[in-house]
């Protein structure tokens, strides 16, 4: 069990990584692929925004794996071409709330649930706050800045050390017709994040609970989609890249792919 606990924090599994964006109202359905400490994996997502006004919404992100699966060579008389199948179910659920009382500035405070049987990492109820200020450099073009803390819930005596996080974003409108909302959308999403605590593995006695899993790490991810008008509203379809994990004193990294399409409404 420490050995999974370990393993967990250190990799980001299915957090979304989203542009800063006021509240509004969209539904997306999309498929990925993901590899990530030599483990591929395909996953669909489905996420959702809900907006009554603009200072306020609430919103969902569900994931779902299909296959998970790691391929292993070794040489030197040991193990040949091992295929270990892993998981499929429901992966990482993310609940939120925004609140934006002003144009320019808002705070999103969101829930990430355990996963179910589509991953084994991160198993740990968490709770998030994130501040963020929204600047608009030019019509076409919103920036956006936040800084976030995160704190865990104890589970099978283990706490999960706090976590903050500093987050910048960019999303730019290309060609873009305003009335007939259609055009052309790239987003870029850069997230710093690191440990400000150790986890404790409170079965040990006081002075051997620290885990020493003290970690500095970052995630960004390219957005490019193409918009079509649809009854007044606009309809999308978008390519993205992530890099899932990544160290800055470090070649280590993970990557996503993925295909999805986006009715703001």
Known sequence: MIAVFSVAELSFAREPLTPLRGPQRFVSFGS??????DVYSADLNLAGEYAPCNCFSVYGDFSYRLISY?????????????????VNGFNESYLGMKFMPYRF???????????????QVNR???????????????????????ASYYTFLEDDDFLPGDEIGLKASMEWRLAWDYELHRGWLFDYVFLYRWRIQESQNLNMDKPYQDMNDLYRGFRMRVDAGHYFALAGHSLG??????????YLFGMETGHTLGLYTKYVF
């Open 124 to 146: 740990f109820h968490r709770i998030g706050v994130e501040p963020f200020y929204l600047y608009d450099f030019s019509k076409g073009m919103q920036l956006g800045v936040a």
């Open 70 to 86: 790691e391929f292993d060579t070794m040489l030197h008389n040991q193990r040949h071409e091992a295929l270990n199948l892993q």
């Open 105 to 119: 500035f808002g705070v999103d405070v969101n829930w990430r649930l355990p996963p179910g049987d589509g991953s």
């Open 32 to 37: 990925l692929a993901e590899l990530l400490d």
């Open 237 to 246: 379809v978008a390519l993205f890249y992530e890099m899932n994990r990544g």
